[in-house]
C-alpha cells in the first residue's frame, strides 16, 4: 500500500438492499456514479465494483426475483449480468473471490459497503479485508452489523434512513480520507449521470414508495419538534406562530418529496410538487401527499409529451413544472382536501383511541411488536408512516416516544453493557461506537445486531426491555419524535418528566440484563479455563 493519496484503491461491495432500494439503491448508474464522482475528488480510485440490483426490495425477494449484477467498465457503471437473483447471486460470489483475492494481495487500500452481503456474495472479501485490517465505510444498518462481526474495520458507518445517493458518497469518502489523513473536498452541483432529456427508464410506478416519501421527508419534521421544543421555553414563547407555519407547511414538503422521487426529474419534479403542495395544503399531509404523487405521474408524462412534439426543452420543463403542479393542486384544493384532511386527524385520533382504552397495554404492545417490525423489514412501511402522519397533525407521536424508548434506549443499554463487558477483545470498539451513535444521534439501532444474534438471552433482553419501557410511555402519556439525540428527547415530547422515565427504564432494564449476562459469560469462560 502507498501512503499517496493518488495511490488509494478502494473496492465497492453493495446491493439495492431493503430500506436503500426506496432511496436511491433503485438506480445503480446513479449510485456508483456519485460514489466514482467523490473519490475523484478525493484522489481516489474505485479499483473494483459490485453491485448486486434486484427489482424489488432485499426484504421481499425470492431465488426468481429478477435481479442484474452490475460493476465499472473503464469507470462507466455497467450492467454485466442479468437474470434471476439466484443467477446474479452466482456471478457475484465469482467476482467476490476475485476481488478478495486483490485484498489479499495488498492491491485495495480499502471499502465501501453499500447494503452488503456479508453472509454471502461478500463473505470472502470482507474476511480478506479484516485480515488485512483495511479500513471500510458503509451504510445499511443489518450488513454493516454483520461486517462487525466478522472484524471488519469500519471507520465509518451508518444506517440508510434519509440519506441520498450523493451523502452516501460523501459520506464513505469523508470517512476514509479522515482514517487516512487525506484531503477531501466534495464534489457537489451540477450532474452525476449524463445529460438526458427524458425521465429514469424504470416504470414509474414502481417508484411510488410511501416508506421512500415519508423517510425523505423525516428532516421537516424534526425541524418541526425542534421548534416545538424551544417554543416551550418562556423567553421563546414567541416562536409558537413559528411552529404553527410549520405545520401548516409540512404537505408543501411531502408533495414535493413525493414528485421528485415519482417523476424521477430532480428539480423538474420537485418544482411540480411543490406548486401542488400549495395548493394541496389544506388537506393536510395525505393531501399533500396524494398531491405530489399525482404531480410526478404527471411530469414525466407531460415532459415526454412535450419533447415528443418538439417543445424545445427549457420550454418542455417549465410546462412540465407548472402544469404537473397546479392539476393535482387544484384537483385536491377544490375536490379531495375535506377527505384526505378527516383521513389524517382518523389516524391521529385512532392512535389516541387505543391509547386511552388501556395506556399500559397498548405501550407494552407497541414496546414488544418493535423489534420484530424493524428486524422483520417492515418497521419503515408500517410504523413510521402513522408517525409522521401523527406528528403532521399535532408535532409528536405515541410512536415516536416508542421508537425513542423501545429502540434506541433499549439499544444504548445493550450496547453500552458490552462496552463495559466484552465477550471479545474487539467487541468493546463495535459497541463503544454503537453507543456513541445511539446516544448522540438517536439513529443505528442494528448496532446491537451483534450481541442481540450472537446470544438470545440478549435478544429476549432487547424484547423485555423495550416491552417494560413501552408500557411507562403508556402509563405516563408520552408523546415524542424519534431521530433525536437522548438528551432533547425528553424536551421534544408532551411530558419531560414521563418521558425521561421511559427511556430510564428501557436504557436500565436492557443494561443491566446485559451487564449481567456479560458477568456470567465472563465467569463461565474463567471456570472453563
Excluded at 456508483?32 to 467523490?38: H, K, S, W, Y
Excluded at 462481526?149 to 444506517?159: C, H, M
Excluded at 428532516?219 to 417554543?231: G, K, M, N, Y
Excluded at 422515565?501 to 449481567?516: E, N, P, Q, R
Aim: glycine letters at 12%; one cysteine or more.
Amino acid at each position: 500500500m502507498s501512503d499517496s493519496a493518488s495511490a488509494r484503491s478502494i473496492a465497492l461491495l453493495g446491493s439495492s438492499g431493503g430500506n436503500l432500494r426506496s432511496h436511491g439503491g433503485d438506480n445503480p448508474d446513479r449510485v456508483l456514479r456519485d460514489v466514482v464522482r467523490q473519490a475523484d475528488a478525493a484522489g481516489f480510485t474505485i479499483a473494483a465494483a459490485q453491485f448486486v440490483a434486484a427489482d424489488t426490495s432485499m426484504d421481499q425477494v425470492s431465488p426468481e426475483t429478477p435481479a442484474a449484477l452490475w460493476s465499472l467498465v473503464d469507470g462507466t457503471p455497467t450492467e454485466i449480468a442479468k437474470g434471476t437473483l439466484s443467477e446474479v447471486n452466482t456471478a457475484a460470489r465469482e467476482m467476490d473471490a476475485s476481488i478478495a483475492n486483490h485484498v489479499a494481495a495488498g492491491e485495495i487500500d480499502g471499502l465501501i459497503l453499500m447494503s452488503a452481503d456479508p453472509s454471502d456474495t461478500n463473505e470472502r472479501t470482507m474476511v480478506a479485508a479484516a485480515a488485512k485490517e483495511i479500513p471500510a465505510a458503509g451504510t445499511g444498518g443489518t450488513s454493516i452489523a454483520a461486517a462487525q462481526r466478522l472484524g471488519v474495520k469500519l471507520v465509518a458507518a451508518s444506517g440508510t434512513t434519509g440519506t441520498t445517493s450523493t451523502t452516501r458518497a460523501v459520506s464513505y469518502i469523508s470517512g476514509l480520507a479522515r482514517y487516512w489523513k487525506l484531503p477531501y473536498h466534495p464534489s457537489l452541483g451540477g450532474s452525476t449521470a449524463p445529460q438526458t432529456a427524458t425521465p429514469s427508464s424504470e416504470s414509474i410506478w414502481k417508484r411510488i414508495s410511501i416508506r421512500g416519501i415519508m423517510v425523505g421527508s423525516i428532516p421537516a419534521f424534526i425541524a418541526l419538534a425542534l421548534v416545538l421544543a424551544v417554543s416551550k421555553i418562556p423567553i421563546l414563547s414567541g416562536l409558537t406562530p413559528v411552529f404553527d407555519t410549520l405545520i401548516a407547511g409540512l404537505p408543501i414538503v411531502v408533495s414535493a418529496v413525493a414528485a421528485r422521487k415519482v417523476s424521477g426529474l430532480g428539480e423538474v419534479g420537485l418544482v411540480a410538487g411543490a406548486v401542488a403542495g400549495i395548493l394541496a395544503a389544506e388537506g393536510g399531509l395525505l393531501g399533500g401527499l396524494v398531491a405530489g404523487i399525482i404531480a410526478g405521474l404527471l411530469s414525466a408524462w407531460i415532459l415526454k409529451w412535450t419533447l415528443a412534439r418538439g417543445f424545445p426543452a427549457t420550454t418542455a420543463n417549465i410546462v412540465t413544472g407548472a402544469i404537473a403542479g397546479l392539476v393535482p393542486g387544484l384537483l385536491v384544493y377544490f375536490a379531495l382536501a375535506p377527505f384526505t384532511d378527516a383521513l389524517g386527524l382518523y389516524v391521529k385520533e385512532g392512535i389516541q383511541w387505543a391509547v386511552g382504552v388501556n395506556p399500559a397495554l397498548a405501550g407494552t404492545l407497541a414496546g414488544l411488536a418493535i423489534w420484530p417490525a424493524i428486524i422483520g423489514g417492515v418497521y419503515h412501511s408500517v410504523i413510521l408512516p402513522p408517525v409522521l402522519l401523527e406528528m403532521g397533525e399535532k408535532g409528536y407521536s405515541f410512536f415516536g416516544a416508542i421508537d425513542m424508548v423501545s429502540l434506541v434506549m433499549v439499544s444504548l443499554g445493550i450496547t453500552l453493557a458490552n462496552v463495559i463487558v466484552p465477550r471479545t477483545s474487539g467487541e468493546r470498539a463495535l459497541a463503544g461506537s454503537g453507543a456513541a451513535v445511539n446516544f448522540f444521534f438517536g439513529t443505528f439501532v442494528e448496532a446491537s445486531y451483534p450481541f442481540m444474534f450472537g446470544d438470545k438471552k440478549v435478544f429476549g433482553i432487547a424484547l423485555v426491555a423495550a416491552t417494560a419501557g413501552g408500557a411507562v410511555v403508556g402509563l405516563t402519556g408520552a408523546e415524542a419524535t424519534a431521530y433525536l439525540p437522548a438528551v432533547v428527547a425528553p424536551f421534544v415530547s408532551t411530558t419531560a418528566a414521563g418521558m425521561t422515565l421511559s427511556m430510564i427504564c428501557g436504557f436500565a432494564v436492557a443494561f443491566g440484563l446485559t451487564l449481567l449476562v456479560g458477568l456470567a459469560h465472563r465467569r463461565a469462560q474463567r471456570s472453563a479455563a
